[in-house]
């Protein structure tokens, strides 16, 4: 058995105790910001006709246009806080469907960070596993995350807003419609149940009416802003269509983080093999 | 306080030597006491706020002593119901090669999931002063530092630190600077952090966690969780909180703490007798003007106010100049006792302020202190003030008669002193119960005491033949003065004599100890090189992978290898060095002297991992026998093991376990190695293998290479600076006895200045004084020395079986320090007659007339 399958087997037969840990903790992985389309993918699809049950089916919607097999990029990432701009570049590549895609993203500039990668494998049934390859130290390491409202790498992203989250941990409702742009939007509120933990009081979504997509996400921390990602730059790759630019405001702290995707492509083939930690070390060393 | 006014204060004046002599016993008492007390709290105080500042918000954590645990205990951690962040640690002291900074604590945390446990205040604000996140990450050779740290060697983001590492000098590149305060604090701001994988392969930890800091969730009790993650990992591991790692270091300390704590009584009682002995004579020397108020009308409790009130105005004033000294003392003695702490424990401590300790704790030793040195100088103050109050003004105008014991009291005092010499001969035969023992101990003491005045004045008699031989009107003048006045001589005796009961007991323990170390050291510690990862053999900061050995076992000349693994883990609630081996190959090169158990046995068993062998000390100290099973926790379960064998071992004062390798490794999951002792084949130099590893390995590891010789140079050192406070404290003890001698001697020729003048005015020469007080001074000496070094006889059985049974468990032999008595002859005596100079010239300067005019 490879190292990379020994890894992942090992992580299969985690004890339920972990699992339920995990999924309790941390739904919360890059995939969902990176692979952009995928933005909220998890939002379940359980549609029944109430007002607040709305607001369900257009999330639900939302998830439907934007599923893909698999997806490509280059991005480019860059961090302006207090006059210093930190820019990086990376690749990113997902295999799978939603709920049981696996996914690696592996940095090439600057050259301190080039061929570091992150291998995320999610499950259907608990939160994603992850694992970082350090190319310097020869080692992958497995990041828990635990503290889901820090900020993920210097971005300014939470790990908290990488996570996919499921629908079922939320309540939403329809505030309105609203002009964002020029372009009309539907704006829901969504709250998160009582029992999921969260920084957040609740969030705003932008939703446009024309593609189902999200256009913004503004989220709350009692009634003050804590954080807004912004989607521009849309268009139709291969069917899907997608905001390749994200632009991420810290509003507490001031600071912006703008992600732009490049060279995009839905549905390509992969192999399974390139999703595993041993072509990490393969591509790393 | 008009009495104070009109009657103390003009005295005082008068005899200002005096006054200050006397207020000097209080000064140096309380400056001693508090001098070791805050020096040793402030390195205490030092390591338990590190501990603190780097702990943050860490409730629990998870440790399984030097040895770490496999990286699956992590997640085992994190799966536990209550536990809200578990963040694996590598705690490291590494030496900076940066000039005159020494060592950097460091700690290796996984920044991923590390920033709720601890706050890295970082310099310019939140995560971004780590100039890039992801670069600290990806790069093992990132570090961030304290600004303190970064200010003081010029340091900026992307400068760079030399340090030593594992795989040798290295370069680190300074990623973050975190703001002064909180944590950045801790180390004197010798401190950094950087990413734990990447401390992992620096200090050679393989894929091991030293530790695993713990925060509790929301609606759970700290204790529940502990029990939870005990549940979860069995008795292997110490779940605990961080305040009991300042515990466990404490215990690793008991011995010095037990030394000084003895040292500071010791100071407060000699500076007791010297006041008392003042305060005798003041009275002795008053006694007409007591008897004239008496006779106006005061009361014996306005007299005995008047006296306390004096004591109580000495004291004050004595405890605060003693607060001061012991300040400046303790400043001293700090830097000895880092440096101590470091070379045995190699936990640097230095470099940090007195006072720096817990300000509640340093308050209330400063204002502890101060109360006692105010009331110990009363409590001395009260017999003579009582004497004062109730003398007979009669008695009290017959000149002389005050400072003899009658014989009534005399008869007492004996009865007394038999009493509490029976009672304490009794505690020792019930000396088991620990109690009963120092009770024995105590008893001693004021036994000896009791019988000061009695053997004072008997060894005088028996000295007067020997000064009258040696200068017939002199020696006579000089040895009947001392027998008229046994009240005034009897407290400097008393003074000197526990001041050389100090020294002797010091210095016997301290030849002891030599004696038995060097003797082991012959039989036990025979290998010709020892390879460390450390210069200070104590650190545990890195290891050896096992192939490191290997590689040494198949060099030129190299007989044996042995791989010591030598962990300190927990054992019964308290630290302990475990030392795994391989028996069988010890039993060839160095078997230690046996204490129980047959050696072929006991060497046999513990080789087939079916037994442990102990240490004396473990054994004194734990109440450990032969054949006794004991449970031995291990990460991955309980070692429970019979004590196969009882050794004579001085590796540690905690006392070692000794193990087989095999086992070792097996149950510790650990093959990493502290160090290894080698054995050439005969006829190859030493020096010509050391060159050979340092060759071989020097450039790219951290590795030292010791030779026989310098390994019994080191021990030796250490133990030099293990007793280092004990000289310092026998220094101490020698200026007191001289303090006191000059004072009895001020004292008594004042007392009888006008009998000098009259010795004068019939025709004694000046020469004739000069010598009959030289004298004087020198019995005094004599009567101190002799009963300092008898009552250090005993007082030194007392200290090694205390040293035995309370502190180190070691089974030191008797052995009269017999160098030290001789030497303490010409020094005492030479002090003696040195004290004597001036008061001597004093008797002889003054004016005949104005002598005779005295009282």
Redesign the interface.
Known sequence: MSNDKKILATETRR?P??QN?RSRVSRCFPISVFSVSRWLILFSAVAVPSFAQDARSIIQEVQKRNRSESERYEGTLQVI??K?V?D?RWIYKRKGSFGDSKSVLT?TA?A??KG?ALLIVNHPDRASDQW?W????E?E???????R???F??TDFSFEDLEERDVDQSDFKVLGEEKLEGVDCWVIDSRPKEAKQSQYTNSKLWVRKDHYLFVQVESYVKDTLARRISYTDFAQVQGVWTGRTLTVLDAR?G?RTIMKLEKLSYNESMKDDDFTIQALRREGS | MILLRLISWPYLRKHLLRTLLTTAGIVLGVGVLVGMRTANQTVMGAFQSTVDKIAGATQLQISAGDTGFEESV??RV??V?GV????AVIEAVAATELPGQGNLLILGV?M??D??LRDYSFE?????V?D????F????DSIIVTSEFAARNHLATNSKIPMGTMEGRKQFTVRGIMKAGGMASAFGGNFAVMDV??AQ?VFGRNRRFDRIDVAVKEGHTVDDVRRAIETELGPGFTVEAPSSRGTQFESMVAAHRISINISSVFALLIGMFIIYNSFAIAVTQRRYEIGILRALGASRGQIRTLFLMESFIEGIIGSAVGLLLGLVLARGMMGYIGGLIESLYGVDQAGNNVLSADPYYIGGLLGGAFALGVLTSMFAAWIPANEAASLNPVIALQKGKAQAISEQETRARGWAAVAVGVVAAACLLFGAYRPIFYFGFLLTIVGALLLTPTLALGITRLLRPLLRRLRPVEGALAADSLIQAPRRTAATVAALMLSLTMVVGFGGVAGASYHSITAWMTTALNPDLVVTTSANLASRTYRFPSSVGEEIRHMEGVRIVQDVSAPRIIFRGKPILLVAVEVGSILQTAPSKPVAGDPATMYREASAGRGLIAADNLAQLRNLHLGEMVDLPSPTGVLHLPIVGIVEDYSDQQGTLLIDRALYTRAWADDSCSLFRVYLNQGVSPLVVRQRILDRFGGHSKLFVFTNQDLRDYILKITDQWFGMSYAQIFIAIFVAILGIVNTLTVSITDRRRELGVLQAVGALRNQIRQTIWMEAVAVGLVGLLMGLGLGAIYLYYMLEILRRDVAGLRLAYEFPVHIALLLFPVILGAALLSALGPAESAVRGSLVEALEYE
């Open positions: 004890t105790r972990t840990l806080d207090n210093k930190t990086k940095f600057p301190e960070v570091v970082m350090t190319p310097s130290l080692r390491r497995r990041i828990a995350f635990q503290d409202s820090t900020r790498f210097g702290r600071s | 992590l997640e994190q799966s119901p809200r962040v578990a963040s996984d991923t999931g920033r709720s310019s604000g939140d995560e971004a780590i890039d996140p992801l670069v990450l990806a790069q093992p994988y990447a392969k």
